[in-house]
């Protein structure tokens, strides 16, 4: 911070006191020697510092520091600090100069700016110290930064923050949340990034204040929702709102008794959208976090936070409704997040060149925004780089890769690294600028994307993620099985290779990969596959593993990271998260995975868990050793009751196992025998219990000893984990069985011996049957040798009867070939015919193809044709305006009108336009009568009438017969001033023409000049405008009250609207919208039916007064025009109040503004002469208007329907009237006349 020290000099010794007292720095500008450069380097600190400090004393010289004080105070409002001291050395302020310093100080604090008393608390404030303490809460986030100007908005602000604090919001406003004047500016800045809303108070002073200016750049910087609310009248710095402030919703503040109905519109806007708009000011403050600690790990995102980070993302990436985008901070912090958690194994690698850093970094946003997992690694480009192992990994462990080469390949880098993706056999996409003399390696596995320089990046990824999307689920799930080859290849321990449960997961693997051609299995991962299978079978017991893992879901990277590292030395590992929506009940095959580790690991949860507590209780019930494992970043949060006693065995792990994985081997190797055998014999334990203690899955007698003598030793020497109670029974029952087995051995052997002797005499009657029986059997074998060769004479006669039918089937199969060659003849015949078919009809598709393409090239020569009569015509129009005899120049502009007609181009021509109006102009009437400037007109149709009125109050009634026969038929002097008239567009009831007077009073007249002008006599109150006269209702705005007066039940009725004398009201002819304008707001509003009340639609600020409105409904827009001769143009809609089009359509004072619905044009006239023929539309500033200007000035104007024509009475300021075409067809057809009438016709 810096404080420039200004204010009396003349040796006044004030900064020799303050400035030891400062811990900020300051700029002194009191110097011994004074010269040009002295200030240059004044003005120079001046415009550097943060605070300019006035210190006024007695010796004060002059009055240039007064004023200086006053004038900075209006212009850097927040910059000024002011002080009076009564004396100095002596010296002190008279009473009439402390009374005028007392003034002065009172308008600078006024202007928002700070006044102290004494040094002592310029001192304090300055060194005041920025802690904690004096902040009046600590909090991260907040819901709403307050933005504001003090001069104007400071109480209204305290105001507004503590309503909303009543909601439940939390609010940032500095003169809660800082201590004024230490690091303000960060502070600041940091109150605005770590903000979900943006309010900025719109005052003269927050327009105009650099500080104010620097908290809206701020928030668009952080993209913030940004909330404007207005509550003070700018008066003349409306004009210097910034432009985006001017183009959102406000919020209307400006009346007091409205605050709390406007307060709730504040409360919605805030919960509107709260899902994405909240996160983004949540996830901001984290990465901030992360990033001020270096990137430290532990402050990523873990578990369903990151899962809820990444879906926010999706969301509002998607959302093209909501402003606020991410900010490059938030998807480096949540891909850092993923990436983590995937153990570094990225969906997209993106290579690049230092001179693509910007186009990388836009890519990396835009595919991180998409849904990816990012990893980026820049190139020196070189000429002796060589591939790093550190990029080697990189590619290896990334599932697709993408390379930005330079423009100009140096070396032989890039070659290395796609060399080395083809030997990796992943897919990869090779970007080159079309001014690159580099080459894309063409292989199966890159695709080349040519780029130029301004190619938008969302183009890039549009075709990246075309390509990214193919085959993604499969190249995912490939590269996992990739990185755990590279893992074996590297380390060769067997933990590496895939378990029994893996080999399960990635099963449908190899046929998937077996029809992904190029991107199917690399060599190295079906020989890591082959080799995993057989191991397993080499192997005796398939399902063991060292470690079985049990963690909860916000865990899972960690566990990720742990099994790697198991797997690198040798242990397999198993690990299972526990859901919470998991029975509390263990499944047996749970049970059987933990009986066949030798170690349980659990990694301790934040919080109680029921489900952890089973699996835990049922490991202690398998007697299995339990290692508790705690991350570091939660190592200072109590354990749960449960888990108190695993509190000291418990071994505290980093995130990145860097610093604990000693710890954790040497768990591991502790009595690696006892704990293999306490497995053996708990697996062992565990089949015989499935088998329902079925014996024969009792131990044998050699391994029931080894079970007698680890169960022994195991007891004696106290080993942990000790033996359990259901292996004690399995190996004693063992025993049991081992030893009954043994006894009836000895009982059967004394059997044995009395069945031999038995034994001995049965053979030897055995033998004698024996002799008997060999003697029968040569006889019965002589006959049975008869019998062979009869039956063998048999089988050689059946062996030819069957080749006789072996010759006959294969006559038959020959006959059968012929036919089936006979069939194919004709199957390859018809397939012939189908083809001359498909033959014709592809021509006769070609034919309708030609034809439709000749169609579309004659409607294009059509057009072009047309486009060229066009531009042929408007050159004619030009031609014509050069041409200096009249009947030619009239000529040439009827046929150029002809021309544009016929083929659709703009009739409506500026210059065609004048050229026929100066040919015909001496033949339009003008009136003459008045004396003095024709203040009113009006034309009634249906009489063919005419109504004028001058500024002295004469009348005039003139009969139109034609556009050049115009009389006058009656003339009355009024006896009051006329303020306004209007003319009903009906007949009914003799109310043709109202007069309204200076006074309020109100006449009417049937303009018949026999009749009387007319008083209405049942009037209560004062007239200030009629505001409508159509058919049976008269509109009249009154002092307080908008009026209608029902002509059939005479009666008047008060609207809804209420109005004063500043409130302008314009109603449409329908008389169910209507148009005010009150205190700088332009508000519409609408009824449904005549019966309805009048409801605010929309509005709008709108500084200037208006004078002149026209509802041009077939358009829906609203056209409004101010005394300056602006015009601004309003949707009707809703939705669009604030897409106005504003525009300058006079120099001068606008005097009228009226549509012509038989036109179809918009006629304007200003005071100057200059009167305008407009053609609407939904932008009525985009189409230029015909043109033409009378020689004096125009003070009334009016439409007349005379014929079939639209003709402009104007009232000039010599009292003539002057008669204009108010559209072209009038003077082209008096052309065509007059051209016929002198037989030159024949030249059209």
């Not at 809660?176 to 003269?204: K, M, T, W, Y």
């Not at 052997?749 to 060999?774: A, D, P, V």
């Not at 409607?859 to 015509?873: D, F, N, P, T, W």
């Not at 009903?984 to 303009?1007: A, E, V």
């Amino acid at each position: 911070m810096n404080v420039f020290l200004g204010g009396t000099c003349n040796n006044s010794r004030w900064r020799e006191w303050l400035m030891p007292q400062l811990t900020v720095d300051y700029f002194n500008p009191v110097v011994t020697q004074w010269h040009e450069d002295c200030l240059a380097r004044e003005l120079e600190a001046k415009q550097a510092a943060d605070f300019w400090l006035f210190v006024l004393t007695p010796k004060i010289e002059g009055y240039y520091s007064l004023a200086e004080v006053v004038d900075t105070s209006y212009k850097h409002t927040d910059r000024t600090i002011f002080c009076i001291l009564d004396e100095d050395e002596g010296l002190r302020f008279n009473k009439q100069q402390l009374t005028v310093l007392q003034t002065i100080g009172e308008t600078i604090e006024a202007n928002g700016s700070l006044w102290f008393h004494s040094l002592e608390q310029i001192r304090d404030f300055f060194n005041a110290d920025v802690s904690p303490q004096l902040l009046p809460f600590k909090q991260d986030t907040f819901d709403v930064f307050i933005s504001y100007g003090r001069r104007h908005s400071k109480n209204f602000a305290v105001q507004l923050r503590e309503a909303l604090i009543r909601k439940g919001y939390s609010v940032w406003l500095d003169k809660e949340n800082i201590a004024l004047a230490v690091d303000f500016q960060q502070q600041i800045d940091e109150g605005i990034r770590h903000a979900a809303n943006f309010c900025f108070i719109i005052s003269p002073h927050a327009v105009h204040s650099e500080y104010c200016r620097k908290e809206l750049n701020k928030a668009k910087e952080f993209n913030k929702r940004i909330i404007p609310i207005h509550h003070v009248d700018m008066g003349d710095s409306f004009d210097d709102i910034p432009a985006d402030i001017m183009r959102l919703n406000w919020l209307l503040f400006d009346q007091t008794e409205l605050f709390d109905p406007m307060l709730n519109q504040f409360v919605n806007m805030l919960e509107q959208d709260k899902t994405l708009v909240n996160p983004h000011c949540q996830l901001l403050f984290q990465a901030d976090q992360w990033q001020n600690a270096g990137k430290n790990s532990e402050l990523l995102l873990y578990g369903e936070e990151m899962a809820a980070a990444t879906s926010w993302l999706q969301n509002i990436s998607q959302r093209r409704d909501v402003e606020i985008v991410p900010l490059a901070e938030h998807t480096q912090f949540i891909n850092a997040s993923q990436y983590f958690s995937v153990d570094t194994q990225a969906q997209v690698c993106i290579v690049y060149a230092s001179n693509f850093k910007q186009r990388q970094q836009e890519l990396e946003y835009q595919l991180i925004c998409c849904g990816f997992i990012v990893c980026s690694n820049v190139i020196d480009t070189g000429p002796n780089v060589t591939l790093e192992k550190q990029t080697e990994t990189m590619l290896k462990k990334s599932v697709n890769i993408v390379l930005m080469l330079p423009e100009q390949t140096v070396g032989n880098i890039w070659q290395q690294i796609q060399a080395f993706i083809e030997q990796q056999q992943k897919r990869y996409f090779t970007l080159i600028s079309t001014n690159s003399n580099a080459t894309g390696n063409g292989s199966d596995f890159n695709t080349v994307i040519k780029l130029a320089t301004n190619d938008e990046t969302s183009a890039l990824v549009d075709a990246l993620i075309e390509h990214l999307t193919i085959d993604h689920d499969y190249l995912c799930l490939r590269n996992d099985l990739y990185c755990r080859a590279i893992q074996w290849f590297e380390f060769q321990t067997d933990a590496a290779l895939l378990t029994l449960q893996e080999s399960g997961e990635y099963s449908d693997f190899l046929t998937l990969s077996a029809n992904k051609g190029v991107l199917g299995a690399p060599a190295k991962l079906t020989e890591f596959i082959s080799i995993s299978g057989e191991h397993r079978q080499e192997t005796g017991n398939h399902n063991n593993i060292d470690i079985y893992i049990c963690f909860s879901q916000e865990d899972n990277n960690f566990v990720r990271r742990l099994s790697r590292r198991l797997r690198e030395l040798n242990k397999t590992s198993y690990g299972y998260y526990v859901a919470t929506t998991d029975s509390d009940e263990v499944s047996e095959a749970v049970k059987n995975e933990i009986a066949n580790a030798k170690f349980v690991f659990f990694i301790v949860p934040r919080q109680a868990c029921k489900v952890v507590s089973s699996w835990l209780a049922a490991a202690e019930n398998l007697g299995k050793h339990i290692i508790p494992l705690r991350l570091e970043r939660f190592s200072n949060l109590n354990y749960a009751a449960e888990y108190q006693k695993y509190h000291a065995q418990t071994i505290v792990v980093d995130e990145l196992l860097e610093f604990s994985m000693a710890e954790i081997v040497n768990a591991l190797n502790t009595n690696d025998e006892h704990l293999e055998s306490h497995r053996y014999w708990l697996q062992k334990k565990q089949l015989w219990q499935q088998n329902n203690s079925n014996s024969e899955f009792l131990l044998g007698s050699k391994e029931s000893l080894f079970a007698s003598k680890w169960l022994e030793t195991a007891i004696s020497h106290d080993h942990e984990p000790a033996p359990t109670g259901t292996q004690v029974e399995f190996i004693n029952a063992s025993q049991q069985y081992v030893s009954a087995t043994l006894a009836k051995g000895k009982r059967n052997q004394q059997r044995l011996k009395t069945f031999s002797i038995l034994s001995s005499f049965l053979c030897g009657l055995s033998l004698i049957l024996l002799f008997n029986l060999y003697t029968q059997s040569n006889r019965l074998a002589q006959e049975t040798k008869i019998a062979k060769h009869e039956r063998a004479n048999a089988l050689k006669q059946e062996h030819l009867a069957q080749i006789e039918r072996d010759n006959a089937v294969k006559q038959g199969e020959l006959a059968q070939k012929e036919r089936d060659n006979a069939m194919a003849q004709e199957y390859i015949a018809q397939k012939e015919r189908d083809n001359a078919k498909q033959q014709e009809k592809r021509a006769i598709k070609n034919k309708e193809q030609a034809d439709q393409s000749a169609l579309i090239a004659k409607v294009e020569q059509e057009k072009a044709q047309r486009l060229q009569s066009i531009a042929e015509a408007e050159a004619l129009v030009y031609q014509a305006k050069m041409h200096q005899e009249p009947r030619q120049q009239l000529t040439m502009a009827l046929n150029a009108y002809h021309v544009l007609k016929q083929n659709g181009g703009n009739t409506n021509n500026n210059i065609l336009f004048n050229l026929l109006y100066q040919q015909q102009k001496n033949g339009l009437a003008v009136l003459k009568g008045h004396q003095s400037s024709v203040k009113y007109l009006a034309f009634e149709k249906n009489k063919q009438q005419l109504i004028s009125i001058d500024v002295n109050n004469t009348l005039y009634l003139w009969q139109v017969s034609t556009a050049r026969n115009i009389k006058p038929i009656y003339q009355n002097k009024l006896s009051f001033v006329v303020k306004q008239i209007a003319l009903n567009l009906h007949d009914r009831h003799n109310i043709k023409l109202l007069l309204l007077s200076q006074s309020g009073q109100l006449f009417h007249w049937s303009l018949e000049p026999k009749s009387e002008i007319t008083q209405f006599e049942n009037l209560n109150f004062k007239v200030d405008r009629i505001s409508l006269l159509n058919n049976d209702n008269l509109w009249l705005q009154g002092e307080k009250h908008l009026y209608q007066y029902d002509v059939i039940e005479q009666n008047w009725q008060k609207q809804a609207i209420e109005v004063n004398k500043s409130t302008l009201v314009f109603l449409n002819k329908d008389a169910n919208e209507v148009v005010t304008q009150h205190q700088g707001i332009v508000k519409l509003w609408r009824r449904d039916s005549l019966f309805d009340p009048f409801k605010s639609y929309w509005s709008v600020p709108q500084k200037s007064l208006i004078s002149q409105v026209i509802f041009v409904q077939k358009h829906h827009v609203i056209i409004a025009g101010d005394e300056q001769g602006w015009f601004y143009q309003y949707p009707i809609t809703a939705k669009d109040e604030n897409k106005a089009d504003i525009f300058r359509a006079h120099d001068h004072q606008l005097v009228a503004s009226i549509f012509s619905s038989q036109s179809n044009s918009i006629i304007s006239a200003s005071l100057n002469g200059t009167i305008k023929l407009w053609q609407p539309g939904k932008a009525l500033s985009k189409h230029s208007p015909i043109q033409f200007t009378h020689s004096q000035w125009i003070h009334s104007l009016t439409l007349a329907a005379i014929g079939e024509y639209t003709f402009i009475f104007a009232g000039t300021e010599s009292g003539d009237i002057k008669l204009y075409p108010g559209q072209i067809d009038s003077l082209i057809d008096h052309g065509i006349e007059f051209l016929a009438a002198n037989n030159l016709k024949e030249a059209l």
